[in-house]
C-alpha cells in the first residue's frame, strides 16, 4: 500500500504519492501537480524540494551525519584516501587492491595537458583569480576533447570523467604557477594524487621537490572532505547544465563558476580573510556583534549551513587536521587562536545557538591551507578540484537516470498583464 499526500486547492482536491528512499525525509511526487491543477508549488532555494534520486550521498543536518554510498565520512577522512573516496564515489562499492591500482594508474595517465592549453594561461593577467581561469581553461578543455564528448557513448563517459579528475590538480597548480611567474611543472606519475599536485605547485625546475607526508596526508584528508555534498548549489549547476546535453568539460565549468560565490565554495577564502582582519580574540565580540546586527550585511564566513541545522562533522575532522599540520610544520600563527575562540563563543551564544548556526567545512580549511602556503585565492579552487569527484559522479548518475530530461523550472509571475507598445513620440 502505497502511501499517499492529499492537496486541497481552490479548484479541486489531489492526492500524489509519497516515496520512500532507503533513509531520510519521504518525499511527495508531485510531477502531475501542473497537469492536473494548473498549479505550480513555490520553493525558492529548493528548501523543500528534492530535484532528484541519488545513491551517492546522504546528509542528515541534524544529526550531522554524511554518507558516501553508506560510509561515514569520519571514518572515510581517517582511513581512506581521496582516490579510493574517488572510486568509491563513482562506482558504488570501496574498491579491492587491484581495481585501486587500476584506477589510480588511469587517473595518473591522464593528468598532463594538451601543451596548447598552457598558452591560455598567458592571455590571462598575472593577478587573475585562479577561479577565473579555472571556469576559462576548464571550459576550454571541450575544444580539446572531441574524442570524449558525446554523453551517449559510456566509453566517452568514462574517459571524460577520468580526464577531469586527473587533470583538475593539474589546471589549478599552473594557475597558481602563473600567478607567482614561476615555471609550469609537469606531473610526476610515480607521486600520489595528491603528492603529485604538491609537487606541481610548489616544486621548481631548479631542485627535486620532497613531498612532506604529514602535508601529503592532510591535503588528502582536505580533499576527501571536500568530494560530494548532494544536492548543494553547484552541484546541482552541473547536473541542471547536463540535463541540456552540454557535453562534462563545460559542465564542470558551469559548476566552478557557481562554487566561486562567497555563499558556497567562496566561503574557505573569505573565512580566512575574516579571521585574519578579526586578527585578534579581543576583537572577536566586535565580529560577532556585526553577524547579528540585521543592518549589518556581515556575516561569519564559514558559519551556517542550509542542511546541518548541527555540527558539520566536516568541520571537526577539520579542526583536528589543523593541529597535526601546525605541530608538524611548527607553525605559530594567531588565527587558529582566533579560529577556535571565535567558535567558542559564537556557540555560546543564543543568536547561533537559536539560529543553529555552527561552523561548516569552509571555516578551519583556510587555516590549514595557508599554513600549508597555499594563498587564499587558491583555497576555492582547491574546494572545486576536490569537489570534480562528486560533480563527475552526480553528473554520470544524471545521464544514466531513466527518469532523466531537461531541468526547465517555472516561476510565480508577477509582472505586468499584457499591454500595447506605446510609440515614441506618444510618451
Ligand atoms: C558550503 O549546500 C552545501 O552542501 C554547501 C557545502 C558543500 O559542501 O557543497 O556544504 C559548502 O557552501 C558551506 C557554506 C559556506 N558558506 C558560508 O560559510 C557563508 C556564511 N553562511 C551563510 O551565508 C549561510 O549560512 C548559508 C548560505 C551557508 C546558508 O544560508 P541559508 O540556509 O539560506 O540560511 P539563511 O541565509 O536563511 O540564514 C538563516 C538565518 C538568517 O537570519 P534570519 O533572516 O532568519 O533572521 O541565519 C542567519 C541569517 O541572517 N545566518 C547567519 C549566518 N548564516 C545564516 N548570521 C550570521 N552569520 C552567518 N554565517
Same mark, same amino acid.
Given at each position: 500500500?502505497?502511501?499517499?499526500?492529499?492537496?486541497?486547492?481552490?479548484?479541486?482536491?489531489?492526492?500524489?504519492?509519497?516515496?520512500?528512499?532507503?533513509?531520510?525525509?519521504?518525499?511527495?511526487?508531485?510531477?502531475?501537480?501542473?497537469?492536473?491543477?494548473?498549479?505550480?508549488?513555490?520553493?525558492?532555494?529548493?528548501?523543500?524540494?528534492?530535484?532528484?534520486?541519488?545513491?551517492?550521498?546522504?546528509?542528515?543536518?541534524?544529526?550531522?551525519?554524511?554518507?558516501?554510498?553508506?560510509?561515514?565520512?569520519?571514518?572515510?577522512?581517517?582511513?581512506?584516501?581521496?582516490?579510493?573516496?574517488?572510486?568509491?564515489?563513482?562506482?558504488?562499492?570501496?574498491?579491492?587492491?587491484?581495481?585501486?591500482?587500476?584506477?589510480?594508474?588511469?587517473?595518473?595517465?591522464?593528468?598532463?595537458?594538451?601543451?596548447?592549453?598552457?598558452?591560455?594561461?598567458?592571455?590571462?593577467?598575472?593577478?587573475?583569480?585562479?577561479?577565473?581561469?579555472?571556469?576559462?581553461?576548464?571550459?576550454?578543455?571541450?575544444?580539446?576533447?572531441?574524442?570524449?564528448?558525446?554523453?551517449?557513448?559510456?566509453?566517452?563517459?568514462?574517459?571524460?570523467?577520468?580526464?577531469?579528475?586527473?587533470?583538475?590538480?593539474?589546471?589549478?597548480?599552473?594557475?597558481?604557477?602563473?600567478?607567482?611567474?614561476?615555471?609550469?611543472?609537469?606531473?610526476?606519475?610515480?607521486?600520489?594524487?595528491?603528492?603529485?599536485?604538491?609537487?606541481?605547485?610548489?616544486? $621548481?625546475?631548479?631542485?627535486?621537490? @620532497?613531498?612532506? /607526508? %604529514?602535508? +601529503?596526508? =592532510? &591535503?588528502?584528508?582536505?580533499?576527501?572532505?571536500?568530494?560530494?555534498?548532494?544536492?548543494?548549489?553547484?552541484?546541482?549547476?552541473?547536473?541542471?547544465?547536463?540535463?541540456?546535453?552540454?557535453?562534462?568539460?563545460?559542465?564542470?565549468?558551469?559548476?566552478?563558476?557557481?562554487?566561486?560565490?562567497?555563499?558556497?565554495?567562496?566561503?574557505?577564502?573569505?573565512?580566512?580573510?575574516?579571521?585574519?582582519?578579526?586578527?585578534?580574540?579581543?576583537?572577536?565580540?566586535?565580529?560577532?556583534?556585526?553577524?547579528?546586527?540585521?543592518?549589518?550585511?556581515?556575516?561569519?564566513?564559514?558559519?551556517?549551513?542550509?542542511?546541518?541545522?548541527?555540527?558539520?562533522?566536516?568541520?571537526?575532522?577539520?579542526?583536528?587536521?589543523?593541529?597535526? $599540520?601546525?605541530?608538524?610544520?611548527? @607553525?605559530?600563527? /594567531? %588565527?587558529? +587562536?582566533? =579560529? &577556535?575562540?571565535?567558535?567558542?563563543?559564537?556557540?555560546?551564544?543564543?543568536?547561533?545557538?537559536?539560529?543553529?548556526?555552527?561552523?561548516?567545512?569552509?571555516?578551519?580549511?583556510?587555516?590549514?591551507?595557508?599554513?600549508?602556503?597555499?594563498?587564499?585565492?587558491?583555497?576555492?579552487?582547491?574546494?572545486?578540484?576536490?569537489?570534480?569527484?562528486?560533480?563527475?559522479?552526480?553528473?554520470?548518475?544524471?545521464?544514466?537516470?531513466?527518469?532523466?530530461?531537461?531541468?526547465?523550472?517555472?516561476?510565480?509571475?508577477?509582472?505586468?498583464?499584457?499591454?500595447?507598445?506605446?510609440?515614441?513620440?506618444?510618451?
Amino acid at each position: 500500500m502505497t502511501d499517499t499526500a492529499k492537496l486541497q486547492t481552490p479548484t479541486k482536491d489531489v492526492e500524489y504519492p509519497v516515496m520512500s528512499g532507503t533513509v531520510g525525509p519521504q518525499v511527495v511526487d508531485i510531477r502531475k501537480l501542473y497537469a492536473q491543477t494548473g498549479m505550480f508549488t513555490y520553493d525558492p532555494g529548493f528548501t523543500s524540494t528534492a530535484s532528484c534520486e541519488s545513491t551517492l550521498t546522504y546528509i542528515d543536518g541534524d544529526e550531522g551525519v554524511l554518507l558516501h554510498r553508506g560510509y561515514p565520512i569520519g571514518q572515510l577522512a581517517e582511513q581512506s584516501s581521496f582516490m579510493e573516496t574517488a572510486y568509491l564515489l563513482l562506482n558504488g562499492e570501496l574498491p579491492d587492491q587491484g581495481e585501486l591500482d587500476k584506477f589510480v594508474y588511469t587517473i595518473s595517465r591522464h593528468t598532463m595537458l594538451h601543451e596548447q592549453l598552457a598558452t591560455f594561461y598567458r592571455g590571462f593577467r598575472r593577478d587573475a583569480h585562479p577561479m577565473a581561469i579555472m571556469c576559462g581553461v576548464v571550459g576550454a578543455l571541450s575544444a580539446f576533447y572531441h574524442d570524449s564528448t558525446d554523453i551517449t557513448d559510456p566509453k566517452h563517459r568514462l574517459i571524460a570523467s577520468h580526464r577531469l579528475i586527473a587533470k583538475m590538480p593539474t589546471i589549478a597548480a599552473m594557475a597558481y604557477k602563473y600567478s607567482v611567474g614561476q615555471p609550469f611543472m609537469y606531473p610526476k606519475n610515480e607521486l600520489s594524487y595528491t603528492g603529485n599536485f604538491l609537487q606541481m605547485t610548489f616544486g $621548481v625546475p631548479a631542485e627535486e621537490y @620532497v613531498v612532506n /607526508p %604529514v602535508v +601529503e596526508k =592532510a &591535503l588528502d584528508r582536505i580533499f576527501i572532505l571536500h568530494a560530494d555534498h548532494e544536492q548543494n548549489a553547484s552541484t546541482s549547476t552541473v547536473r541542471l547544465a547536463g540535463s541540456s546535453g552540454a557535453n562534462p568539460f563545460a559542465c564542470i565549468a558551469a559548476g566552478i563558476a557557481c562554487l566561486w560565490g562567497p555563499a558556497h565554495g567562496g566561503a574557505n577564502e573569505a573565512a580566512l580573510n575574516m579571521l585574519r582582519e578579526i586578527g585578534r580574540p579581543d576583537r572577536i565580540p566586535e565580529y560577532i556583534a556585526r553577524a547579528k546586527n540585521k543592518d549589518d550585511p556581515f556575516r561569519l564566513m564559514g558559519f551556517g549551513h542550509r542542511v546541518y541545522k548541527n555540527y558539520d562533522p566536516r568541520a571537526t575532522v577539520m579542526q583536528k587536521t589543523v593541529r597535526e $599540520v601546525f605541530e608538524a610544520l611548527n @607553525v605559530d600563527d /594567531p %588565527v587558529f +587562536e582566533v =579560529a &577556535l575562540q571565535l567558535e567558542e563563543m559564537a556557540l555560546n551564544d543564543d543568536y547561533f545557538i537559536e539560529k543553529k548556526l555552527f561552523p561548516n567545512v569552509d571555516f578551519y580549511s583556510g587555516v590549514i591551507l595557508s599554513a600549508i602556503g597555499f594563498p587564499t585565492t587558491m583555497f576555492t579552487a582547491l574546494f572545486a578540484l576536490a569537489r570534480t569527484v562528486g560533480w563527475v559522479a552526480q553528473w554520470n548518475e544524471m545521464i544514466a537516470d531513466p527518469d532523466q530530461k531537461i531541468g526547465r523550472p517555472r516561476q510565480l509571475y508577477t509582472g505586468p498583464t499584457q499591454r500595447d507598445y506605446v510609440p515614441l513620440n506618444q510618451r
